[in-house]
């Protein structure tokens, strides 16, 4: 059955902001299939995300969205997930935003194992500023801050989210809507840090520099870096050298998830007769407790301004 | 009833969020200001409320701006550098306009300066330090029972006017222990933002209507859900991004306005021994107790000089300092720093009567003795008040 996708939009902010040839609707469109079919809420979800032509997706669905700024986007999510730990928290971010300047956040948020879903729209290079490159654009490609090409290695962020930690740990392709919505399904089903890493085209700001400005061009000369993870058990060290396998890469269904583990901490707390845990309830005991006179407060606060005490507005 | 401590003033802020209504925490260990959260990781589990401590400075800034924005009271804490990496937060909390607390235990500076000594230099950057045209509320408490009053004040002004609120305090108070009272949160009064009387689907969270609109929680006590959007662009109604120029001047004064229309509500000061006074000293937070003792002393002598004592910094009293200058001889403004609240002192007193400064950023608190012969000897440069002997238990500088 096909999917009613106003259902998700926020239909008013139509058109998308997005240049022709983006893979940030591709992505969009797989991630709210995946949410259909999990049947949830919109009232149950809350998604985050910080500066770059990905981010703009929070203006466009209909949840509790969150538009922050440049790379914070996963402590903000934190801080949601924490207070609300019964709800749904995504990110949607690109790669410059979640991993380049966010990469700290990305790292413990991973350690933390806590349940955010992050997909990251992986094209390559700062598409919202002009196309400079970034911490994933391959050596020798150029961007307008290379001319000559990148100097830089580039960062697997899959391995990297591993190991940090992640519990959850996929690579999708926008030229591969079908398997994606598979990954990003997994990974909002998984209890626990999912990171999907997307690997996606900008035409405009990545591909006319690389001679790529065709975006089905784009799309194949992506591919030819992927790999499946089946064909990769295949192939030897050499051969996947410079390849990014595709797939679930990772799932760890023991570790704790961190609101869970924050959980038990306070059942425990809660629980036990340690002194903190009865200072918090308040049951020290009765000596604890003073009555204090007006007088004896004023000792304490001898000053000629108001105070937030009803009794004694000013002592 | 509430209940009788001995704390300093880092557990005081810590224990008067927590009557406040704090609900969530972030922060990240800094000097002279971890005593807050390790107050706190004791006591809010035991009350189910969730304690973090992040990676990063920013990240836990950032933190506290995800759960506000989501409809719970937080607080974060910090010192001199790690306020610096938290401005950029700090203005995102000003532009989607969500409620937070954000406290700075000033240390001295700059850089990393000196980790466990008090100053009072943030204060301009308490203002000014995140970019672009905001407004800010910052408050001075001069000890720990005031910490706890003015942390209290702080979360209702952070509620009421959907505004970041910056509480200064000082390496020194924040170490100093003393005999304070705990209310219990029946004795006092809290305010908490003001949930709208719309249904969802007609919800603004920038509507033009008000000077302060409605936050609504994402989810409601009441079971409702209210989905919209925030933006730390500049935005209309809606929260999503526009670039409209009218809209743009108009948000930007509106959050202007709401604080400026507010005064009465945000504004607090005292007066000491201000009715006949010719001079005036202006000092704040724990420089303010020095200058208690420092005029208690001229006043015996005859000497006619009182204090002005603002506990809100920002935005700064201009009409009781203006009132002050039409009736003073001269002003004089005593503080941990090189010369920045007496900056605004003198763009408000405008040249009317003399402005002097008592600043030492020695990385020890200004004493009595040398704001008693300032008020003596207005025109002298105050000198570090210490004895050669006193300097050298601090070792180096050979």
């Known amino acids: ?315 | 009833m509430g209940r009788i401590a001995f704390l300093n003033a880092n557990a005081a802020v810590a224990e008067a969020a927590l009557v406040a209504g704090l609900g969530f925490y972030a922060g990240y260990p800094i000097t002279p200001s971890s005593e807050v959260p390790e107050r706190l990781s004791k006591i809010m589990p035991e009350k189910g409320l969730p304690f973090m401590m992040m990676e990063d400075e920013i990240a836990s800034i950032n933190a506290c701006v995800g759960a506000t924005s989501s409809g719970v009271k937080a607080m974060t804490c910090t010192s001199g550098p790690g306020f610096s990496l938290k401005q950029e937060a700090l203005g995102m909390a000003c532009m989607l306009e969500v409620p937070l607390v954000v406290v700075n235990v000033m240390r001295g500076g700059p850089s990393t300066g000196l980790p466990t000594r008090p100053s009072q230099q943030d204060v301009m950057q308490a203002r000014w330090g995140t970019h672009g045209d905001h407004p800010i509320i910052a408050l001075s408490p001069c000890n720990a029972q005031e910490a706890i009053f003015e942390t209290i004040r702080a979360f209702n002004l952070a509620e009421k006017f959907r505004q970041p609120v910056v509480l200064l305090t000082d390496g020194s108070l924040s170490h100093l222990h003393t005999k304070v009272y705990i209310p219990d949160p029946e004795e006092v009064e809290i305010v908490d933002r003001t949930q709208p009387d719309i249904d969802p689907d007609n919800y603004y969270p920038y509507d033009y209507n008000y000077e302060v609109p409605p936050l609504a929680k994402w989810w409601a006590d009441d079971g409702k859900s209210y989905r919209y959007h925030l933006s730390s662009l500049i935005h209309d109604k809606t929260g999503f991004p526009t670039v409209n120029p009218k809209y743009t001047q108009w948000l930007l004064e509106r959050m202007y306005k709401k604080i400026s229309d507010n005064l009465d509500e945000i504004l607090k000061y005292e007066y000491y021994k201000m009715d006949d006074a010719e001079t005036c000293i202006v000092a704040y937070g724990s420089t303010a107790e020095a200058a208690r003792v420092a005029i208690d002393q001229a006043r015996e002598e005859g000497v006619k000089v009182g204090m002005f004592r603002p506990l809100t910094l920002w935005p700064s009293p201009e009409e009781q300092i203006k009132d002050i200058a039409s009736k003073v001889k001269n002003v004089i403004v005593a503080e941990m720093n090189l010369g920045q609240y007496l900056l605004e002192v003198e763009r408000v007193v405008g040249g009317k009567v003399p402005v002097y400064g008592v600043n030492q950023a020695a990385g020890v608190l200004i004493r009595p003795s040398q704001i008693y012969d300032k008020i003596k000897n207005p025109s002298k440069r105050a000198e570090i008040g210490l004895t050669d002997e006193e300097l050298k238990r601090f070792g180096g500088g050979e």
């Open chain 1, 1 to 315: 059955m096909a999917v009613d996708y106003t259902k998700y939009l926020r239909m008013d902010k139509m058109p998308l902001y997005w240049c022709p040839g983006c893979g940030d609707g591709i992505v969009l469109k797989c991630y709210l299939e995946a949410i259909d079919e999990l049947g949830w809420s919109k009232d149950d979800c809350a998604m985050v995300s910080g500066i770059g032509c990905a981010a703009r997706v929070t203006g466009y669905v209909d949840f509790h969205t969150l538009h922050t700024i440049h790379g914070r986007a996963i402590a903000v999510a934190a801080g949601i997930k924490m207070s609300h730990p019964d709800k749904h928290v995504f990110v949607f971010g690109g790669d410059g935003d979640l991993v380049h300047i966010g990469g700290n956040h990305l790292v413990h948020a991973c350690r933390r194992n806590i349940d955010v879903t992050v997909v990251l729209i992986n094209n390559w290079i700062y598409g919202m500023t002009g196309g400079q490159h970034s911490c994933t654009t391959p050596p020798g490609a150029k961007a307008s801050t290379a001319p000559r090409g990148s100097y830089e290695p580039t960062i697997d962020v899959c391995h990297m989210a591993i190991g940090a930690g992640a519990g959850y740990v996929a690579r999708g392709f926008a030229g591969d809507p079908t398997r994606l919505k598979k990954l990003i399904k997994e990974g909002l089903e998984y209890k626990g840090f999912a990171l999907i890493d997307v690997f996606s085209p900008c035409p405009i700001n990545f591909g006319r520099r690389n001679r790529l400005g065709d975006p089905a061009k784009l799309l194949e000369h992506m591919k030819s870096f992927l790999v499946s993870s089946a064909k990769a058990k295949r192939m030897n060290e050499d051969e996947l050298k410079g390849k990014f396998i595709t797939g679930v890469l990772h799932k760890d269904t023991e570790k704790p998830e961190l609101t869970a583990a924050y959980k038990d901490l306070i059942e425990k707390a809660q629980a036990s007769d340690e002194y903190w845990a009865k200072y918090a309830k308040g049951t020290l005991t009765e000596d604890d407790k003073y009555k204090i006179t007006g007088e004896e407060l004023k000792k304490l606060y001898p000053y000629d301004v108001e105070t937030p005490l009803k009794e004694w507005k000013k002592l």
